[in-house]
Structure formats: structure tokens, C-alpha cells
């Protein structure tokens, strides 16, 4: 792959607009992306010798927007937004390098295990978001117990359901992860903040029209019987009398392994950025612990979960890194050149 310089930002992108939510004038955005394509002689991505992935996690408004149910501040406040602006520039000075963009996105409905209607205490209360604790010696002491009305729901004895829950706790501990999380409502289907941030829907539009590339979107995180950080597999595969209740992603972990460079950024950086991470590299080491040195992980386009005076994910997920680091990943920044990026262009 040669060396390329630097594309400027096209007209359509206004950094101001980076918290504004409504529509994308599509037509527009393609007259201008072709037009764009012609200028600079950029080729479609069928062309490309050396293929350039890059994996945009969770970039939805639910996440990325101040206004939205679980934005990830980090701990500047500010964390998300910021990501998206440069994530966003990142794209348009890049176009003529990425390939493909896939874009996963977090998708919930109501009656799912990490929400307050799953569990109810003695008293018939349900758990409080960010604050309960749902851990394995609370749930075997019958602090928190099945909803019997969301069992109901989901067509599940209450008994078989509470077998369930204490199966996947012991799963979870087992295999290192975090206790079962009650969050807020989020990237509800059906629902605003289960969008793409508007101006990377746009860059992801424009990079369509400008390299007649798709992009590849991956809902993740529906199945009411397990939380889904990773886009590569749920948390737990199974239930209590070894049924399997959801599978791994082993479509999308091909397909990410088969680009030439993979570039990784997205929300939130402590929990469905990390476990994808985590999950590929898995995948890496058993297959050829060389290709790690083909992944960049955008550190400046990914913050921490973060709720001042609650939880703090920061180090959890800093520790994550430099373990990816250290595998061979490389820890990069948007801002850089990506000529100067090791080993990149060799």
C-alpha cells in the first residue's frame, strides 16, 4: 500500500452541527460525495489492493449524544461527542484508505436481563439502575429475584427464569466478567437513540457514494437472556441445563479478520469496545498472534463508562488496552497521520 496524503473535509461537514439531531438530506449528501470522488480521483473500493476495514462500535445517539439515556461522558464529561467529531473527520480525511465501514449497533427492547423490570426485591421493587447489586452472593441470598410478570412475558417459568439468572451470574464470574449491570433504558428499538450519531450516519453515507462500499451494519444485544457488550458473542451462550440461547457472531469475526488493517473506535470504551476487542483477539491467538499487528485501536475516538460519584470504568478499560497493546495491537490517534502509523503502510 503507498503512502497517501491527507483528504480535506468536504463542505457538507460542519463540526458545529456534531449534537444536532434531524433528517440527512441524502440526495444532496450523494451529488456532493460524487462530486467529491471526481475531484480527487478516488477509486471504488472494489479497487483496493490492500483492504481497509474500520469497525465503528455503538456510535448511536443513545451513547454518543449529551441529551440521550446513557451518554458515555468519560471522565472530561464531554467524552462521546468529542470521540464522534474526530471519529467523524477521521472518515472524511480518509476516505480514499477505508474499504468497508461497519458500523454495530446496540439494540434493546424492554424485557431484557440488565433492565429494572427483569428483577424485583421482597417488597416488589425493582433494582435501581447503576446502584443495585445484582452480584452472584446477592442473587443466591434472594436479595433480587425473577419478575414473575416479565417471565410471563417471555413465555419462561418463573423457576426455570431464576435457575437462569443464577447460572449466568456463576457464568459471568466464572469467566471474569462483570456482574450483571442493571443500566438505564437504552438503544431502545424503535426509538431515536437506537440511531446512528446524525453527522457519522452522514460520513458513513458519503463514504458509501464516494467508494460504492456498504455499509455493513450489525445489531447486537436483542436477546432478553444475556447482555451483549461484545458484537463478536453474547456474554453467556447457554442456559442452565446447557441450552443454547444465542451464538456467536462468527459471520462478522470473518469478516474482520479478512481486511488487510483494521481500524477499531466507538462506545463505550470500557464495555462493548473492549469485549469486541477482547473476543477478536481470542480469535487472533488462536488462529496467528501476527495478525494482532494489523489492528489500530483509535484510542482519541473511545471513552470510559463514567457516573461521577458511582462508577468509574476508566482504569478497567485502560488496563484493557495496554493488554491489547502488548499482544500487538497498535494504540493510535485520529489526529495522527496515518502515514506515520507503525507499520501501516508497509
Not at 474499504?99 to 436481563?113: E, G, K, P, V
Request: with cysteine; net charge negative; proline share 5%.
Amino acid at each position: 500500500m503507498s503512502k497517501t496524503r491527507d483528504l480535506p473535509l468536504p463542505r457538507c461537514f460542519d463540526p458545529s452541527r456534531i449534537n444536532e439531531v434531524g433528517p440527512v438530506r441524502y440526495a444532496e449528501l450523494a451529488a456532493e460525495a460524487r462530486s467529491f470522488a471526481c475531484e480527487h480521483a478516488i477509486a471504488p473500493a472494489a479497487n483496493d489492493i490492500t483492504r481497509v476495514g474500520l469497525l465503528a462500535i455503538d456510535c448511536q445517539l443513545t451513547f454518543c449524544h449529551p441529551g440521550f439515556e446513557l451518554y458515555v461522558g468519560g471522565r472530561s464529561g464531554t467524552g462521546a461527542a468529542d470521540d464522534i467529531r474526530r471519529l467523524t473527520e477521521f472518515i472524511y480525511r480518509n476516505l480514499n484508505l477505508i474499504t468497508t465501514i461497519h458500523a454495530t449497533m446496540d439494540t434493546h427492547t424492554a424485557m431484557q436481563i440488565f433492565f429494572d423490570i427483569f428483577f424485583i426485591d421482597n417488597q416488589g421493587n425493582h433494582p435501581q439502575p447503576m446502584v443495585a447489586d445484582l452480584s452472584l452472593e446477592a442473587l443466591q441470598a434472594g436479595n433480587w429475584r425473577v419478575n414473575p410478570a416479565a417471565a410471563a412475558m417471555l413465555g419462561l417459568e418463573v423457576g426455570e427464569l431464576q435457575n437462569h439468572v443464577l447460572h449466568y451470574a456463576s457464568e459471568l464470574r466464572r469467566q471474569g466478567k462483570f456482574n450483571i449491570t442493571i443500566w438505564p433504558y437504552h438503544a431502545m428499538l424503535g426509538g431515536i437513540g437506537h440511531a446512528l450519531v446524525p453527522v457519522l450516519e452522514e460520513a458513513c453515507f458519503f463514504h458509501t457514494q464516494v467508494r460504492n462500499s456498504q455499509v455493513g451494519f450489525e445489531m447486537k444485544g436483542a436477546n432478553p437472556l444475556t447482555e451483549n457488550y461484545s458484537a463478536l458473542r453474547p456474554e453467556v451462550l447457554t442456559t442452565s441445563n446447557s441450552k443454547p440461547i444465542a451464538d456467536r457472531n462468527s459471520r462478522l469475526t470473518e469478516k474482520l479478520l479478512s481486511y488487510d488493517r483494521l481500524i477499531i473506535a466507538g462506545e463505550a470504551k470500557s464495555h462493548c469496545v473492549a469485549w469486541t476487542i477482547e473476543d477478536l483477539l481470542d480469535e487472533i491467538n488462536a488462529r496467528d498472534a501476527e495478525l494482532a499487528k494489523h489492528v489500530y485501536l483509535l484510542e482519541d475516538c473511545a471513552s470510559s463508562v463514567v457516573v461521577p460519584g458511582v462508577v468509574d470504568f476508566t482504569e478497567q478499560a485502560d488496563a484493557a488496552y495496554s493488554r491489547f497493546s502488548a499482544a500487538g495491537m497498535h494504540l493510535v490517534r485520529s489526529t495522527d497521520p496515518v502515514a506515520d502509523w507503525p507499520g501501516f503502510f508497509e
